[in-house]
């Protein structure tokens, strides 16, 4: 039994399962794969030096896969940011027809040169407020991420199961679920609570294509749903990570009255995060993780991964919830 979902039709995918863009992880082994599946693979524009370098990977990811796959772009306030247009310029000019985008209003110019270019814009935020204000400014479809999930969380604190439906409510555009999913359990929730598809981080990383230490994807299968921190809650930018003894360290020194992102500056440095899934020794730095953890047990490949939340959503869908309702 296929899902036809709002979301298949728009990006032209076979299953509505969404791979996240992550940054150091969205490279063109795990995306392809993905693609290569039935579901929608992401490049981490960022996670390229530069503009030329993701152009380079957006060809090393077509050699892989013929089918659609998207790329990430991620516009946060920075001392030096990034030449966001240029990475935008260079998606386009690559012929890649889908971007994900998340981050601030400074998004703004961004979107107007990618819809003038006829791009598909699907849009991550954590608030029904910002879901509605992306519809406003013209994106095709709203990815939407309870607190669950690995990464920014937002400030609301809304998880998944009110979060959700409540945005179905007041969104219009195809919508994405993403935060804590892992399985075919999701899938079919998140489609009961008015979504038309899943977006997964955390799981993904936890596959054979994932471009990661095998330590890393190890240790997303040995935690449990509580090894997470929310850190950076004081500076009201909070990010989610697993649990580990840097994250640890960076909770205890902000909790200190009057502490300041200097005092952990050393600890949370991207640098140091990249050596984690480098070299997999965790005691480097801070890596991102859900609370979906919890639902990782093994560590396939993506397509095992894809073909078995399929297979379990349909199993759900006819056996049980049918019975449910002939009982």
Not at 204 to 226: G, R
């Amino acid at each position: 039994m296929p899902f036809n979902t709002r979301i298949t039709k728009l990006l032209d995918i076979q299953h509505p399962i969404i791979q996240g863009g992550m940054q150091g992880v969205g490279l063109a082994e795990l995306a392809a794969a993905v693609s290569e599946a039935g579901g929608l693979g992401i490049l981490t524009g960022l996670t390229q030096p530069s503009p030329d370098a993701l152009r380079a990977e957006i060809e090393r990811c077509r050699t892989m896969t013929s089918k659609p796959f998207a790329v990430n772009l991620t516009v946060f306030p920075a001392r030096n940011p990034p030449d966001y247009l240029a990475y935008a310029k260079a998606i386009v000019e690559s012929g890649v027809s889908i971007v994900e985008t998340a981050g601030t209003p400074a998004l703004a110019p961004i979107w107007e040169y990618l819809k003038g270019e006829g791009i598909l814009i699907l849009h991550k935020c954590t608030s029904v407020r910002h879901a509605m204000s992306a519809e406003r400014k013209g994106v095709d479809a709203i990815s939407i991420d309870g607190f669950e999930c690995a990464g920014h969380p937002g400030e609301d604190d809304i998880p998944g199961l009110i979060l959700l439906p409540c945005a179905a409510d007041k969104v219009t555009l195809p919508m994405i679920a993403s935060g804590g999913f892992a399985d075919g359990r999701g899938l079919v929730a998140a489609l009961a609570l008015g979504a038309d598809g899943i977006n997964m981080g955390t799981r993904f990383c936890a596959t054979a294509e994932a471009p990661i230490h095998p330590n890393v994807k190890q240790a997303y299968v040995d935690n449990d749903e509580l090894c997470t921190n929310l850190i950076f809650r004081s500076l009201h930018n909070t990010a989610r990570v697993a649990k580990s003894p840097v994250s640890d360290e960076v909770v205890t020194r902000l909790a200190q009255p009057g502490a300041t992102f200097a005092d952990i500056s050393e600890l949370v440095r991207g640098d140091k995060g990249a050596e984690v899934l480098k070299t997999g020794d965790l005691t480097q730095g801070i890596y991102w993780a859900s609370m979906a953890q919890g639902l990782i047990h093994d560590i396939p490949t993506v397509r095992e991964l894809i073909d078995r939340i399929i297979g379990e959503a349909e199993a759900i869908i006819n056996d049980r919830l049918r019975s449910a309702l002939t009982a």
